[in-house]
């Protein structure tokens, strides 16, 4: 039995899928009980007021995490906002663990403690608010350098893949390609504006591209490990018409003749060496990526062709000497732009544009999305279009915001806090911290494996444009509550045994051969994207959201853990193919709660069972 030959397209399809409801969080905010009423007409009533410049209510935050010798503000507010008293008192149930000073909550030692703001309402009665004080100490817990990355995944694939290497300083060969027919979508006096704009879009800085260049959003998301760089070409003249490549199959042979063609051109024409763009010396470049000049088949209007955005590997040998492209992507111009009047300003034509450019300058977002390939990743949509698994709103998923956390930890980018006993754990939030915590049934020391991920989400960093901003109008919009995002991750690997994939799964890729055990699509064969070893795998997720409450299938603010939430593999068993058991049949042996949260951070206690 050969291998069967493969071809991984990846790609941007626009899911339809409803929108989360917020009716419930409507219903919360605004109904009031009569009783609730009563009280509060009575309370404003001035004849029965003994102390009228005294506050109806007081509120202050319900928890407050903090670390050893840590100090945060503690808010208060007052109903109504220009109440003139405002005599409170203060009083920590544990001063050894924290105390209260001046609005500020200083942490002492490790423990809990309830920190009480107490004062007299309007009728001379007692009122209060409580804030959960967590303070933890830090260095009772390292993180843990997983042994693997993507890089190590692709180099030991059971096919010829590579990717651009995630640390360094990668250099990618950006090639404008124009047909013989272009002028039909880009005027010719508009095609220098355009092949600029893929500059911006690569290479940008952030106020060139209006948000983030494909540049500036990885290494911000790197934090600092990678550093991109790269030429944008002249547009390399394939003298055909666009439609000799709109006829060719995703990933065809018409297509990857041309990756060949324009790059050995580029280096052929130019003082710079296919060596300068290998700088991982394996013998491949590290990416190259084609722009085409013509629309995508949505904006022209006609069924699925190869005028999509995709990536696909040549699979070629590699040539230390001469290095060979093999990791590419093909996009279209117009994921830049929106269409109508932003798309005839640069290109004189209005009707193709399928990004958003309505709060920015250039859109990146498809680019950034197939360079998440390019690095190694796989799609969290199911191309089936049935189910949500990772919730949308993620950069693999649906287009939009930064990265999920496990995929930021397989590129070598961040590592998690691996918990072996009960204990509390800080984590800050995940766009400016890279903390996460790991939880497992057994010892892991690679990110291609099962285990539980728990990341602080909040709509700031990378997540703060789409969730200021609904991306096209279809995309999730992120949510703007900050919490903890909970992942169920499969990333175990399968690998060819010379006579077909083994069920025994593994976590190691340098064993080399491997595979990726479990996709995010629901497709029942394997050329779609499912799990090479069948469809009694299909159900399997690599990546998936575990909702806290509700069945949104967009990520949203009830989806969150937040304070005072919960998670058992009892609770949330309909969540799990094999209900109480993780996939590989075992419980997971962890439960957590969410002990105290605020804007920025939250502690966690995480019970061993
Ligand atoms: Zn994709």
Request: proline letters at 5%.
């Given at each position: 039995?050969?291998?069967?030959?493969?071809?991984?397209?990846?790609?941007?399809?626009?899911?339809?899928?409803?929108?989360?409801?917020?009716?419930?969080?409507?219903?919360?905010?605004?109904?009031?009980?009569?009783?609730?009423?009563?009280?509060?007409?009575?309370?404003?009533?001035?004849?029965?007021?003994?102390?009228?410049?005294?506050?109806?209510?007081?509120?202050?935050?319900?928890?407050?995490?903090?670390?050893?010798?840590?100090?945060?503000?503690?808010?208060?507010?007052?109903?109504?906002?220009?109440?003139?008293n405002?005599?409170?008192?203060?009083v920590?149930?544990?001063?050894?663990?924290a105390?209260?000073?001046?609005?500020?909550?200083?942490?002492?030692?490790?423990?809990?403690?309830?920190?009480?703001?107490?004062?007299?309402?309007?009728?001379?009665?007692?009122i209060?608010?409580?804030?959960?004080?967590?303070?933890?100490?830090?260095?009772?817990?390292?993180?843990?350098?997983?042994?693997?990355?993507?890089?190590?995944?692709?180099?030991?694939s059971?096919?010829?893949?590579?990717?651009?290497?995630?640390?360094?300083?990668?250099?990618?060969?950006?090639i404008?390609?124009?047909?013989?027919?272009?002028?039909?979508?880009?005027?010719?006096?508009?095609?220098?504006?355009?092949?600029?704009?893929?500059?911006?879009?690569?290479?940008?800085?952030?106020?060139?591209?209006?948000?983030?260049?494909?540049?500036?959003?990885?290494?911000?998301?790197?934090?600092?490990?990678?550093?991109?760089?790269?030429?944008?070409?002249?547009?390399?003249?394939?003298?055909?018409?666009?439609?000799?490549y709109?006829?060719?199959?995703?990933?065809?042979?018409k297509?990857?003749?041309?990756?060949?063609?324009?790059?050995t051109?580029?280096?052929?024409?130019?003082?710079?060496?296919?060596?300068?763009?290998?700088?991982?010396?394996?013998?491949?470049?590290?990416g190259v990526?084609?722009v085409?000049?013509?629309?995508?088949?949505?904006?022209?209007?006609v069924?699925?062709?190869?005028?999509?955005?995709?990536t696909?590997?040549?699979?070629g040998?590699?040539?230390?000497?001469?290095?060979?492209?093999?990791?590419?992507?093909?996009?279209?111009?117009?994921?830049?732009?929106?269409?109508?009047?932003?798309?005839?300003?640069?290109?004189?034509?209005?009707?193709?544009?399928?990004?958003?450019?309505r709060h920015?300058v250039?859109?990146?977002?498809?680019?950034?999305?197939?360079?998440?390939?390019?690095?190694?990743?796989?799609?969290?949509?199911?191309?089936?279009?049935?189910?949500?698994?990772?919730?949308?709103?993620?950069?693999?998923?649906?287009?939009?915001?930064?990265?999920?956390?496990?995929?930021?930890?397989?590129?070598?980018?961040?590592?998690?806090y691996?918990?072996?006993?009960?204990?509390?754990?800080?984590?800050?939030?995940?766009?400016?911290?890279?903390?996460?915590?790991?939880?497992?049934n057994?010892?892991?020391?690679?990110?291609?494996?099962?285990?539980?991920?728990?990341?602080?989400?909040?709509?700031?960093?990378l997540?703060?444009?789409?969730?200021?901003?609904?991306?096209?109008?279809?995309?999730?919009?992120?949510?703007?509550?900050?919490?903890?995002?909970?992942?169920?991750?499969?990333?175990?690997?399968?690998?060819?045994?010379?006579?077909?994939?083994?069920?025994?799964?593994?976590?190691n890729?340098?064993r080399?051969?491997?595979?990726?055990?479990?996709?995010?699509?629901?497709?029942?064969?394997?050329?779609?994207?499912?799990s090479?070893?069948?469809?009694n795998?299909?159900d399997?997720?690599?990546?998936?959201?575990?909702?806290?409450?509700?069945?949104?299938?967009?990520f949203?603010?009830?989806?969150?853990?937040?304070?005072?939430?919960?998670?058992?593999?009892?609770?949330?068993?309909?969540?799990?193919?094999?209900a109480?058991?993780m996939?590989?049949?075992?419980?997971?042996?962890?439960?957590?709660?969410v002990?105290?949260?605020d804007?920025?951070?939250?502690?966690?206690?995480v019970?061993?069972l």
């Amino acid at each position: 039995m050969k291998k069967p030959l493969i071809k991984v397209l990846l790609p941007i399809t626009a899911l339809l899928l409803s929108s989360c409801s917020f009716t419930d969080w409507f219903k919360n905010i605004f109904s009031k009980n009569e009783q609730g009423q009563k009280e509060e007409e009575q309370k404003t009533d001035p004849k029965k007021q003994t102390y009228p410049g005294n506050p109806i209510e007081i509120d202050i935050p319900d928890s407050l995490p903090l670390t050893v010798g840590q100090t945060k503000a503690l808010s208060i507010s007052y109903n109504p906002q220009d109440t003139e008293n405002k005599v409170v008192e203060w009083v920590s149930s544990n001063p050894s663990v924290a105390t209260y000073s001046d609005g500020q909550v200083t942490a002492l030692s490790v423990g809990q403690s309830k920190i009480t703001a107490t004062a007299k309402n309007r009728l001379g009665e007692t009122i209060k608010s409580e804030c959960n004080v967590v303070v933890t100490d830090p260095s009772t817990i390292s993180k843990t350098t997983l042994k693997y990355t993507y890089d190590d995944y692709c180099a030991n694939s059971a096919y010829p893949f590579d990717n651009t290497p995630l640390v360094g300083n990668p250099k990618l060969l950006v090639i404008p390609v124009w047909f013989s027919d272009s002028d039909t979508f880009i005027s010719m006096s508009h095609r220098e504006l355009v092949r600029d704009d893929i500059r911006k879009s690569f290479f940008g800085t952030n106020e060139e591209a209006g948000w983030r260049s494909l540049k500036t959003y990885y290494e911000e998301e790197a934090q600092g490990m990678i550093d991109i760089g790269g030429t944008i070409t002249e547009w390399y003249e394939t003298g055909e018409s666009y439609e000799v490549y709109a006829s060719d199959s995703s990933g065809g042979h018409k297509t990857e003749t041309l990756v060949e063609t324009a790059s050995t051109y580029y280096f052929n024409n130019s003082s710079e060496t296919a060596q300068d763009y290998d700088s991982n010396n394996d013998g491949y470049l590290d990416g190259v990526i084609l722009v085409y000049a013509a629309p995508d088949y949505d904006s022209l209007g006609v069924s699925s062709n190869n005028l999509w955005a995709y990536t696909s590997w040549l699979m070629g040998l590699p040539d230390l000497s001469n290095p060979t492209p093999n990791v590419y992507f093909w996009g279209s111009y117009d994921f830049m732009y929106s269409s109508g009047i932003k798309a005839y300003e640069r290109t004189e034509l209005s009707m193709y544009g399928r990004g958003d450019t309505r709060h920015c300058v250039v859109d990146p977002h498809c680019f950034i999305h197939e360079m998440g390939h390019v690095f190694g990743l796989q799609d969290y949509y199911d191309y089936s279009g049935q189910h949500c698994p990772a919730g949308g709103f993620c950069m693999q998923d649906m287009n939009v915001g930064g990265h999920d956390a496990y995929s930021v930890m397989a590129f070598g980018w961040a590592k998690p806090y691996i918990p072996t006993e009960t204990s509390t754990i800080i984590i800050n939030d995940f766009q400016s911290s890279h903390d996460m915590i790991l939880l497992a049934n057994h010892e892991v020391d690679s990110p291609f494996d099962e285990y539980m991920l728990l990341e602080f989400y909040s709509p700031t960093g990378l997540n703060k444009f789409d969730s200021d901003y609904h991306y096209n109008d279809r995309y999730p919009l992120g949510p703007k509550q900050v919490g903890i995002r909970l992942w169920h991750v499969d990333a175990r690997l399968t690998y060819w045994t010379g006579a077909g994939w083994s069920k025994t799964l593994v976590s190691n890729p340098t064993r080399g051969d491997v595979y990726h055990a479990m996709s995010n699509t629901y497709y029942s064969d394997w050329a779609s994207g499912y799990s090479p070893l069948g469809k009694n795998y299909a159900d399997f997720n690599t990546l998936q959201l575990i909702r806290c409450e509700g069945k949104s299938p967009y990520f949203s603010n009830n989806a969150i853990f937040g304070y005072g939430s919960s998670f058992t593999m009892n609770d949330y068993a309909d969540q799990f193919v094999k209900a109480q058991r993780m996939n590989d049949g075992k419980s997971l042996g962890w439960t957590f709660s969410v002990s105290a949260l605020d804007e920025t951070s939250a502690a966690i206690t995480v019970t061993k069972l």
